[in-house]
């Protein structure tokens, strides 16, 4: 593709217009439609933002055909082997990986932030006990602008970067405490001599009757999903916080709204949905018959965990996440049969014309859930594991639209409703 613009030619008024192409400095050449309306009197449409980069940004890079991603320029394989969480998400912050005293002070601040207001624990006891935990993340995270009211002056680099790293640090806190409420557990602080993952693994598990130590493997295995999780540029819950962030609401109403957007089963609830799949499934014998429903177009079953909107090759982190899958369970020494369907679905889903001819694989949510049902979180608590990673990305990308604002997120329509008619009155109406 060469950067010359593209003419645009108007047929009806003869009008041509000259469209430049805009380069990043890797990926697809995209072209600027900014002045299509006010020159030619056309908007574009787009359902679904299938043909539309919505924003420039220097934190993440998918080249969807070759299955690449990349944080900053470094590959997801490499940070997944040699980064931990905390690093990954001073980079995604901050552009660079921190020397060891950037990385101390991020630890450090990170560390200081991890309590929540008493008050927060109390507004947490007005849910029902069987509330989903993601319906309760988004209120409860929603409600911290409350408490930080006086930190709100988005115009303040510093306050911006403060509620930045006070979500990140308050989000496993706020988590394992909508877990405790649903198990009727007191609530459970942050201690903070643990690191990350440590830290939430304990306030999710442990109990004041016994001693509870949090298992190294467990600790690992988080900080890695963690990792793979972090961003991935412009998906539909972080395009979400940028939109809201775009109309210059605070930082915690947006992460809440992005909170909302994950939960829909065709983004982030899809690893809860892919275990509801698998137990639906039941046996290998059955698999056949859930790859044919997945094909038919009468009927509404989707195969979970499958099927991309950029990834037209494999998803590079479900990669990770298989064989983390394996790891976890050999070191755990179990066996889990839902393990073994999910490896068998994969192996037809990828023989099947359908799934090659539409280039859909494993997604980030396929094998997750697996694992996550190893080290005992919930079914319902498998989105909330996403959103605490993913709360890293919403922040970068959000800190990232103040740096640079665009204007508010606004689209246009295409009207399909009645064209003007008068107002009748009750009595002569039907
Ligand atoms: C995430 O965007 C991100 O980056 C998201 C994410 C992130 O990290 O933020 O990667 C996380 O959300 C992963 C995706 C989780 N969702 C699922 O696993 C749900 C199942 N998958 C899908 O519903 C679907 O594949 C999407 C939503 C993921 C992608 O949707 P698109 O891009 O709109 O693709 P499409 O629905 O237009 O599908 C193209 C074709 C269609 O068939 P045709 O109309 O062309 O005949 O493929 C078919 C679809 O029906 N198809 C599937 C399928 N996914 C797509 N058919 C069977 N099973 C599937 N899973």
Not at 136 to 154: I, K, N, P
Not at 215 to 237: C, G, M, R, T, W
Not at 239 to 244: D, G, I, M
Not at 303 to 319: C, E, I, S, W
Request: hydrophobic letters at 40%; aromatic letters at 10%.
């Amino acid at each position: 593709m060469s950067d010359k613009p593209v003419i645009v030619t108007d047929e009806a008024s003869g009008k041509t217009l000259e469209l430049p192409v805009v380069r990043g400095t890797e990926g697809e050449p995209t072209l600027s439609i900014k002045s299509l309306p006010k020159e030619l009197g056309y908007f574009t449409y787009d359902p679904g933002f299938t043909a539309t980069a919505s924003c420039s940004s220097a934190i993440t890079f998918i080249d969807g055909g070759k299955g690449i991603l990349r944080y900053r320029g470094y590959p997801i394989e490499q940070l997944a082997e040699k980064s931990t969480f905390l690093e990954v998400a001073y980079l995604l912050l901050n552009g660079e990986l921190p020397d060891q005293g950037e990385f101390d002070d991020f630890r450090r601040d990170i560390t200081y932030h991890t309590m929540v207001h008493e008050k927060l624990n109390t507004f947490m006891t007005g849910f029902h006990y069987d509330a989903h935990p993601m319906a309760m993340m988004a209120g409860v995270v929603g409600s911290l602008a409350a408490f930080y009211h006086d930190r709100l002056d988005m115009s303040d680099p510093a306050q911006r970067m403060l509620a930045a790293k006070r979500m990140i640090a308050k989000m496993p806190t706020i988590a394992a405490a909508c877990y405790r409420h649903h198990m009727g557990w007191p609530t459970a602080y942050p201690r903070n001599s643990l690191n990350y993952t440590e830290r939430f693994l304990d306030m999710m598990f442990s109990v004041p009757a016994e001693e509870y130590k949090v298992s190294p493997v467990a600790a690992k295995a988080f900080d890695l999903l963690f990792i793979l999780h972090a961003d991935h540029e412009q998906n539909a819950s972080t395009s979400t916080v940028r939109l809201v962030g775009s109309t210059g609401a605070n930082p915690y109403a947006s992460v809440a709204a992005g909170i909302s957007a994950l939960w829909g089963p065709a983004h982030g609830g899809a690893n809860e949905a892919v275990l509801n799949m698998l137990e639906q499934i039941g046996d290998v014998s059955r698999v056949g018959e859930f790859i044919d429903r997945a094909k038919d177009r009468d009927d509404p079953f989707r195969l979970m965990g499958f099927g991309h909107r950029v990834y037209k090759n494999y998803d590079p982190r479900a990669n990770i996440i298989r064989q983390a899958a394996h790891d976890v369970l050999a070191e755990l020494g179990r066996k889990d049969p839902l393990m073994d369907l999910a490896m068998e679905l994969e192996k037809i889903a990828l023989e099947d014309d359908y799934f090659v001819e539409k280039k859909l694989y494993p997604n980030v949510d396929f094998y997750s859930g697996i694992i996550y049902k190893a080290l005992g979180i919930p079914k319902s608590m498998f989105t909330v594991m996403f959103a605490i990673a993913r709360t890293v990305g919403w922040v970068s990308h959000w800190l990232e639209h103040h740096n640079n604002p665009t204007p508010i997120g606004r689209p246009r329509q295409v009207y399909t409703g009645p064209v003007e008619r008068d107002y009748t009155d009750i009595s002569s109406r039907g």
